[in-house]
C-alpha cells in the first residue's frame, strides 16, 4: 500500500519531520500536495472529512490504505516501525514517541514566538508581544527543552533513544536546523552547550538518503510561512 504525506506544499513545517523519515528509510511516499494535478485541495478534502477513515484536524496527514493518521508524532510512531527507524519492542517505540511528543511541544513553542497572542492573527499585529515571547524563548525554554534532549544523548551512547539511530535522531537533526535558521545568533551562542545534539545532527547530514534528499529540489527551503521563521528582531542581540 503507497504512503501519502497530505501536507502544504510550500512550506517545511511539521511535514518535515514526516519527510525525512522516509527520506532516511529509502521508502517511496506521495507528497500530494505537491503533485501539481492534485495540490492542496486533496488536502482540503481530507480535512472535510470526504476521505474514508477519522476525520482529522489538522495536517500532516498520513494516508495508508483506508487508514488516516494525523498528529506528527503519532504519524511517526505508526510508520516507524515498518520502515525500520524504531526498536520493535514496546518499550522502545514507547520511548521514541515520548521524546518526539516532547520535541513537537518544542516546535510549538518555536511557533509561538512569532505568533503568542494567536495563529489567527498576523505576526505584524503581535510584534512586541512576539519579542517578549522569544526573549523568554530564547532565554529560558529552548535552553532547558535542548538540555534535557543532550542529557539523553549523553546517557544513551550518542542517541537520544534506544542506543541507535531513529527517527527521533532525524527530528533532533531538523529542530536544530530550524532552530538555527530562525534565532541564528541565539542558537550559535548556545550550541556549545549541546555538543552530543550537534554529533547526532552531523551525523544524520551524513546519511545517504538525507544527503541525497538535502541535496534534492524535495527540500525546499525555510521561509516565513513556516514554522521557524527568521525574524532577525525576535533573535538575540
Ligand atoms: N499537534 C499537531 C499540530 C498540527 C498543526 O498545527 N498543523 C498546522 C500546520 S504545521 C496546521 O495546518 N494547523 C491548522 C490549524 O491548527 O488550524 C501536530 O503535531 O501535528
Known sequence: MPYELYYWPSIQGRGEFVRLAFEDAGVPYEDVCRDPARGVPALLAVLKG???GL??????????????VAQTALVLHYV??????VPKDPAGRLAAHQVQLTIMDLVAEAHDTHHPVGTNLYYEDQKPEAERRATG?????MPKYLSWLEDLVQRGGG???????TYVDLSVFQVLEGLAYAFPRGFAAFEPKVPGL?????RVRERS???AYLASPRRIPFNEDGIFRRYPELDAP
Open 198 to 202: 550537534v554529533a547526532v545532527r552531523e
Open 159 to 165: 542517541h537520544p533513544v534506544g542506543g541507535a539511530h
Open 50 to 52: 470526504q476521505e474514508a
Open 209 to 211: 538518503g538525507i544527503a
Open 55 to 68: 476525520r482529522p484536524f489538522a495536517p500532516p496527514i498520513l494516508k495508508h490504505g483506508d487508514m488516516l
Open 137 to 141: 524563548f530564547l532565554a529560558a525554554r
Open 80 to 85: 516507524a516501525a515498518a520502515i525500520g527507524l
